[in-house]
Nanobody, 125 residues
Framework: QVQLVESGGGLVQAGGSLRLSCVAS????????MGWFRQAPGKEREFVAT????????RYADSVKGRFTISRDNAKNTVDLQMNSLKPEDTAVYYC??????????????????WGQGTQVTVSS
């Protein structure tokens, strides 16, 4: 069982930056690929970014490519999402999740085994 806890959400103006962090704990936590998803009110949960177990492979949604960066520190069992040039449409609850799939295949919610509780990101115009 793996537990995931996100932090770092908040309110920011358009064009600003936020850094989300996710701490993983439990058996085998460092053996999973990790991902970030987001869900806006009335919309389905959507893929944002994913990173491999080793951290040497990443994949991003087109909507965030060039603005967001996912990274991980396996020594600390953390995965971060650096979000720059934020837009109002980035407003959502952001979720950290753990997957057994490599980034090529890890863009679908059902391929993730564990989820955090989410952290709210609000971008004002």
């Amino acid at each position: 069982q793996v537990q995931l806890v996100e932090s770092g959400g908040g309110l920011v103006q358009a064009g600003g930056s936020l850094r989300l962090s996710c701490v993983a704990s439990g058996r085998g936590a460092s053996s999973y690929g990790m991902g970030w998803f987001r869900q806006a009110p009335g919309k389905e949960r959507e893929f944002v970014a994913t990173i491999s177990r080793s951290g040497d492979s990443t994949r991003y949604a087109d909507s965030v490519k060039g603005r967001f960066t996912i990274s991980r520190d396996n020594a600390k069992n953390t995965v971060d999402l650096q979000m720059n040039s934020l837009k109002p449409e980035d407003t959502a609850v952001y979720y950290c999740a753990a997957t057994s799939y490599t980034p090529t295949f890890a863009t679908l919610t059902w391929r993730y085994d564990y989820w955090g509780q989410g952290t709210q990101v609000t971008v004002s115009s």
